[in-house]
């Protein structure tokens, strides 16, 4: 690993995701920093951080996965601790960022906790927050600290421009109405048409139909969450009823949860990409494609420090 040239830039990881952690070290090109974090009996989370950090830029890895709640106490604790420890700036990078889905008042009396998580992170001292495909962009504006929300679907086109998914034979699918901007933009890096199945019948009933052209098309379903993996599950079928020639899937955060595994693997999927955000045992599964975004995460954070544009690791060379 060839050595970063600044010593001030840190890197720490917590239990969310060590293993992405690495590679990202590698990627930016320092080792990651000595702590502790571990547990008294009743469940009190203790951290320790075994290095000196006075003066230094610390980029604290966490993805707020499950157990969520411990995963952000773990976070909170770990940026309080170096406050502390007089570290001059302290950036949170998370790959996932946990709650995000709880960003508005759906119903009466309904939280926001996407915002009282941002504020919890800005107030316990964070100065930066790197993360990756929020689930709405707008969440952004939720913090009163620098955010650089890194995308996806460039990652993802890269991988099916190698598998040779491209072109007019193709079209890349929204499984549901609210993610048609997300499904836009890997249609246009993949010069695809686009459709959007809707879950929902006019009748009412949950066997949905497709808005868009899918006979005899291989179809790329997308999305930025697979939690249970029902919504691509129940989109495959649709398609296919629909005569989509192949369903392929691809996912930012691969949670599976609540039997995913089981659901999916009954699913008309050919393949799922999901990219390594989420530590999970899928990512051994062979119908899985798994994708690496410690480069881009790594490389952001090289820019932050170094003050120089992110805006190039937004774009696809063609």
């Keep these: ?43 009190e989370i203790a951290i320790n951080i075994e290095e000196s950090v006075r003066g230094s830029h610390v980029y604290l890895i966490q993805a707020t996965n499950y157990p969520v709640n411990d995963r952000l106490w773990e976070l909170l604790i770990m940026i309080d601790a170096m406050k502390r420890a007089s570290a001059k700036t302290v950036n949170v990078v998370m790959p996932y960022f946990g709650y995000a889905r709880q960003d ?18 800005v107030k ?24 650089d929300n890194m995308f996806t679907m460039p990652l993802f086109a890269q991988h099916y421009r190698k598998a040779g998914l491209e072109g007019d034979e193709v079209v890349v699918v929204s499984p549901k109405n609210s993610g048609v901007g997300r499904a836009r933009s890997l249609s246009d890096y993949l010069h695809t048409t686009l459709a959007i199945v809707d879950q929902t019948s006019e009748d009412g009933q949950r066997d949905g139909y497709v808005i868009g052209d899918v006979k005899d098309k291989t179809c790329i379903l997308v999305d930025d969450i697979l939690n249970t993996g029902e919504t ?87």
């Design 104 to 121: 508005r008042t759906a119903r009466p009396r309904e939280p926001i906790t996407a915002k009282l998580v941002a504020n919890m992170l």
């Design 1 to 43: 690993m060839k050595e970063y040239f600044d010593p001030s830039l840190k890197i720490f990881t917590l239990n969310g995701n060590p293993q992405l952690a690495g590679k990202i070290s590698e990627v930016v090109g320092r080792e990651l920093g000595k702590s502790a974090v571990t547990q008294f009996s009743d469940g």
């Design 124 to 147: 316990a001292g964070a100065t930066r927050l790197l993360t990756l495909d929020l689930h709405t962009v707008q969440v952004q504006g939720f913090f009163d600290i620098p955010v």
């Design 232 to 318: 691509f599950a129940t989109a495959a079928k649709v398609l296919k009823r629909a005569g989509a020639k192949a369903v392929y899937a691809c996912a930012s955060h691969g949670l599976f949860n609540d039997g995913a595994r089981e659901r999916l693997a009954q699913a008309p999927i050919e393949r799922i990409a999901i990219t390594d955000s989420v530590f999970s045992d899928y990512w051994d599964d062979p119908a899985v494609d798994l994708i690496s975004c410690a480069e881009l995460l790594g490389e952001g954070i090289k820019r932050i420090h170094e003050n120089t544009p992110m805006s190039p690791l937004f774009h696809l060379d063609n």
